[in-house]
């Protein structure tokens, strides 16, 4: 069983940056594939960003494509969501998703493993 604990929201003026965090534990980090999703108030969950198990691949929603990088050191257990050029409209909850696989997945469904999430407030 995977836990895992996002860190890093807060509140932010339009334009500025945020970086998240989340820690796995409860399994080989290094196995499994992770996401970024966030939820609007009212509306549903969405695809942000994935990453491969080992970093070499990645993908992005069109929303954030340019604005937002997905890393992650698998010596921390972590992965995380640097977040650039903020807008309101990026005001969410951010939840960390996992799936073990070699493969990079943009559907919440593939994935079995959620954290709790965390606030982002973007102010304009």
């Known amino acids: 069983q995977v836990q895992l604990v996002e860190s890093g929201g807060g509140l932010v003026l339009a334009g500025g940056s945020l970086r998240l965090s989340c820690v796995a534990s409860?399994?080989?980090?290094?196995?499994?594939?992770m996401g970024w999703f966030r939820q609007a108030p009212g509306k549903e969950r969405e695809f942000v960003a994935t990453?491969?198990?080992?970093?070499?691949?990645?993908a992005y929603a069109n929303s954030v494509k340019g604005r937002f990088t997905i890393s992650r050191d698998n010596t921390k257990n972590t992965v995380y969501l640097q977040m650039n050029s903020l807008k309101p409209e990026d005001t969410a909850v951010y939840y960390c998703?996992?799936?073990?696989?070699?493969?990079?997945?943009?559907?919440?469904?593939?994935?079995?493993?959620w954290g709790q999430g965390t606030q982002v407030t973007v102010s304009s």
């Open positions: 990453i491969s198990w080992s970093g070499g691949r990645s």
């Open positions: 409860g399994g080989t980090f290094s196995s499994y594939a």
């Open positions: 998703a996992a799936v073990r696989s070699f493969d990079v997945f943009l559907s919440q469904g593939e994935y079995n493993y």
